[in-house]
């Protein structure tokens, strides 16, 4: 069933950008302006582009590299050089590991309870499994769907922005 979900989403996806509204939407909720350390990602084709916030010197910005069969957090700004991890995405060339007050998690699609349909890896559940931190994701309202049939070990993200 979420082989299907994610062939659909990936698909859908490409219909829709709305970045600037949804880092508008970000940037004034209560738990990005508490926020001091933020984990957002680097974007794959079609996703969105958090990149922008970057610009924002009050923050502290960083993002997950692979670790074997966990992430790390690891702080990053626009002068630092990245690496291509195994799965394509951009990430960190230095290992270093943070606790953020906040991570921004990517999805390919989310349902009403908050539950994120991830690429399928497991690193996000199992990341943030281990923190005590805001989750939100930032996605169009057309990829909120009825249920991405979590399992037992997807775990729903704090909040979910739309456009």
């Known amino acids: ?8 989403a990936k698909e859908e996806r490409k219909k829709y950008c709305c970045d600037s509204v949804l880092i508008k939407k970000l940037i004034e909720t209560e738990e990005y302006k508490q926020a001091k350390n ?3 990602f680097y ?5 969105i582009n958090l990149l922008p916030l970057l610009k924002d010197k009050t923050k502290n910005f960083y ?3 692979i670790d074997g069969e966990n992430l790390l957090c690891c702080s990053y700004s626009e002068e630092e050089e990245l690496c291509e991890s195994c799965f394509k995405t951009k990430e960190p060339r230095v290992s270093t590991n943070t606790n953020p007050d906040l991570v921004i998690v990517p999805a390919l699609a989310v349902d009403k309870n908050n539950y994120r349909l991830g690429y399928g890896g497991g690193f996000y559940d199992r990341y943030l499994a281990k923190q005590d931190c805001k989750t939100m994701v930032c996605i169009p309202k057309e990829m909120v769907i009825e249920t991405i049939y979590p399992d037992e070990f997807d775990i729903a993200v704090y909040k979910v922005i739309t456009d």
Do not use: S, V
Request: avoid cysteine; hydrophobic fraction near 55%.
């Open 43 to 47: 974007p794959l084709k079609d996703e």
């Open 1 to 8: 069933m979420k082989a299907a979900l994610r062939k659909w």
């Open 38 to 40: 933020i984990m957002i």
């Open 63 to 65: 993002l997950p590299k």
